[in-house]
Each structure stands twice: as structure tokens, then as C-alpha cells.
DNA sequence: ACATAATGATCCTGATTAGAAAATTGTCAA
DNA sequence: TTGACAATTTTCTAATCAGGATCATTATGT
């Protein structure tokens, strides 16, 4: 019946986190001081960690244990298995404010964990685009045309061209404005929706 | 005097828990399926416990994983609020197989709910891919360049024209292949990590 | 051909697990 | 107080496994 989905195993979840980071075993090794002979073992579930190790692997890689156990959410996941849905820019759901257009894309999937958006900049400077935005997640920003400038609360701005991303916590302060030399940007965002709300919070935020 | 918070072992945390809930080690050996006198060795720091009795341990007593390790709480929120990484495709991490090429975006952040990946599509046909893929999570696919054709489980086949975009369930069979007339595509996809275990299923399920 | 990465095969020391036996603790009646 | 007596906990013993080192092998990329 229900459709247990194969039970991961620390093999599993250590392989998995070594290559979304893009590590080698050796350099896996290196950071968390547990020799390459073991960790290929783990990784083949010819040999799982013991207490020391799990909390040695948690500190020395920041990894938080229960990403080590790869213990099913339960709830907080709805968990529906078959959702599609096409995102054109011309049936995105349209909000305009000062410094953007926003396009929402795929606006009629409910309750999903990311919300692409393709927005069109106007400013050009961070004096134009006034206070910094400030919302709750993460966001990935990338460039479809023309050429950015990143500002944000704690780093110098950033420029970015063409074919360029950028990831942040979104909570930080930030703002997109056009780079010298360009009328207008056009960039593909994805904004982590994991909280819940923001979809509301974000369209009130920059309304 | 220093801040000497008691690094509390595997024992300690035990011991709580048990008296916390008045068990005999009897009654708690019963509940957990381990033994009397492995739980006491445990709970003198004699002994801790492996991967697999951890796991176990939380599963029959329904005890958090983080709540074994003693990590302190700071509410499940690691919450770092500055972090921000630029990604570009030459400073990805290339990852390939049969069907795509991958480039994963900003591995130097971890943690993140988000992974964005640039991927080059090779494959021309349903069955010049394979087997559908499917793993954990959501994803987002935006089209670069090239045209391409979406396969899922649920749905009949679909294209999208650069500039277009779809969202679906991952744990929905899916695969991307170009569309005809063109060489190759390239597409901007972006997973949710909320649950971990992707980039390997992706990996090891193509390699 | 060369370097890097991943895997496999040994081998070895020490740690883990579990079952049974010993020791401890507590309770109650004479 | 003392002697059963049972419940609880600790120790003992043996088999298994974790964890590390080293060498050989196979891809993969330069």
C-alpha cells in the first residue's frame, strides 16, 4: 500500500551530502578527519558510524544530526506525488512596484516549497531602490538579461552578467538594481517558501 | 570562571531520559529492544551506541535524534542570517552522466534549502534516456537555451520553448530530453534539499 | 603515460553487542 | 536485626563489528 520509499541509509545520506557539496572522498576526509577507506565503506553500507564518529562527522562538516538520519519529515510534508505545472511569463500572475515587475510563475500549484518568479529591474542605483528588502528563507537569483548589481547588508555590491546567479539568505538585507550601461535587467528568481506565507509576505513586502 | 557547560555523553543523556520517564532499565531494555546490560554500560559511559542502535533507540522510545546528542537546540534554527554565495557556470561543480551534464551552482554554501543547478541535456528521446528518475523533493526548470520535452509519470508529454518554465513534484517520474530540431539544451533547474538524499539519487541513478 | 578518484581486499586493534552470571539494592516477615 | 526473596543493576565472556592502515585495481580526465 502506502509507498515506502526505499529506507535511506547513512551510506546513503553521507554520499549524498559529499556530492551536493562536490567533495572527494579525500577531501571529505580531510575536513572531517575520517580516513577515505572509512568513508567509502560507509558509503557502501559495508560499515555504519558509531556515537564519536556521528558527532565528529556533525561538527567538523556543520552538519546538523538529524540530517545524518535521514528520519522521515512525518508531517509537515503533504506529500502529494504527482503535481506539473508550466510556467510561461505570459500567464505568470503580474506585481508591479517601484524597483520590479514581478512575473509569479506557476501560481496554480499551491503549497510548494520554492516560488519561481521572473522580474523585470528598473533601478539603477541603491539610492533609487531605497531600503533594503528583508524576508524570511533563502533566494537564488539569476541573470536572463542585462546586467546587475547586487546590494546587500553586509557584503560590498556585486555585479552580475548574463548567465550569472547569486544565492542569499534572504534575510539579510538586499536589493537588485540595473548595472551601468543597461536600461533594464531581466532575472529568474526562486524564492524558499519552507515558512510558509511569504508569497503573501513577499507581494505585501514590495507592494 | 569559565562557562564549563557540562559535556553531557551519551550516558548522561540516557540516564535522563530514563529517570526523566521513571524506567527501569528493564522496562527500557523492552521498549528499545537493547539489552539490560548493553543500556548500562551505555549509561557509564562504558559504551555508547552505534549508527543502527541510535537509530533504533529513537524510533521505539520516539526520542528525537538531536535530543540523543545533547546539541544545543537554538531551535532548530541554525539560522545564519548573512550568507551569500555568486555562481557562475565556470565555477561550477560539473557532475556528468548519461543524459545531462550537470553544474551544480554555489557549492561553497551549505545548508541550503535550495540547490540551483545549470544542466546541459543530451538525451533526444524517452528511450534514448531510460528509466524515469525520481527522488525527494520539488523542482523548478527553467529553459536557457534550446527546446526541450518533459516525461512524467502522470502526464503526456509536454514542451517548453526557452523562456519556459515548469514545476513538479520530484518523486513524480521525470525526465528532460530535447526537443526535436535542436542539438542540445541547456536548463537553469533549482531542488528543494528540504529532504536531503537528491543530488546523490540523481547521481547514482543516471551514473 | 600520468595523476586523481573511487573502490576492493587484507589485516589488525579495539570497541560494540548480547546473553548469562554475579553483585547490589530494596522489601517484608519472623 | 536478621534472613529470605525478588527486582534491579553491574560484571564477565565471547562473538561480532567499527575504524584505520596499506596495497592493488579500475576508471576518468589531462
Redesign the interface.
Given at each position: 500500500m502506502a509507498a515506502r520509499?526505499a529506507p535511506?541509509t547513512?551510506g546513503?545520506?553521507m554520499?549524498?551530502?559529499?556530492?551536493?557539496?562536490?567533495w572527494t572522498l579525500k577531501e571529505m576526509s580531510a575536513k572531517s578527519g575520517i580516513p577515505v577507506s572509512t568513508l567509502s565503506k560507509v558509503e557502501h553500507d559495508r560499515l555504519?558510524?558509531?556515537?564519536?564518529k556521528?558527532?565528529q562527522l556533525?561538527q567538523r562538516l556543520?552538519?546538523?544530526?538529524?540530517?545524518?538520519?535521514?528520519?522521515e519529515?512525518s508531517d509537515s510534508?503533504p506529500?502529494?506525488?504527482?503535481?506539473?505545472?508550466?510556467?510561461?511569463?505570459e500567464q505568470a500572475v503580474r506585481v508591479t512596484t517601484d524597483n520590479y515587475d514581478y512575473h509569479y510563475?506557476?501560481t496554480d500549484?499551491r503549497q510548494?516549497?520554492?516560488i519561481?518568479i521572473i522580474t523585470r529591474i528598473r533601478a539603477h542605483s541603491a539610492r533609487e531602490f531605497g531600503e533594503l528588502v528583508r524576508h524570511q528563507?533563502?533566494e537564488?537569483i539569476?541573470v536572463?538579461e542585462g546586467e546587475i548589481e547586487i546590494h546587500?547588508?553586509?557584503?560590498d555590491p556585486?555585479a552580475?552578467k548574463t548567465?550569472?546567479?547569486?544565492?542569499?539568505?534572504s534575510?539579510?538585507g538586499h536589493a537588485y538594481v540595473v548595472a551601468e550601461g543597461f536600461d533594464e535587467a531581466l532575472v529568474?528568481g526562486?524564492c524558499?517558501s519552507?515558512d510558509e506565507g511569504l508569497m503573501d509576505s513577499l507581494m505585501s513586502l514590495h507592494g
Open positions: 520509499v535511506p547513512l546513503t545520506v554520499k549524498s551530502i559529499r556530492s551536493r557539496n562536490g555504519t558510524l558509531s556515537y564519536d556521528l558527532q556533525s556543520s552538519i546538523r544530526m538529524a540530517d545524518l538520519f535521514a528520519e519529515e510534508a506529500r502529494v506525488t504527482g503535481r506539473r505545472s508550466v510556467g510561461t511569463i510563475l506557476c500549484l510548494k516549497r520554492m519561481p528563507g533563502e537564488f539569476y536572463l546587500t547588508e553586509f557584503y556585486v552580475l548567465g550569472q546567479g547569486i544565492y542569499l539568505d534575510s539579510m529568474l526562486v524558499s519552507a
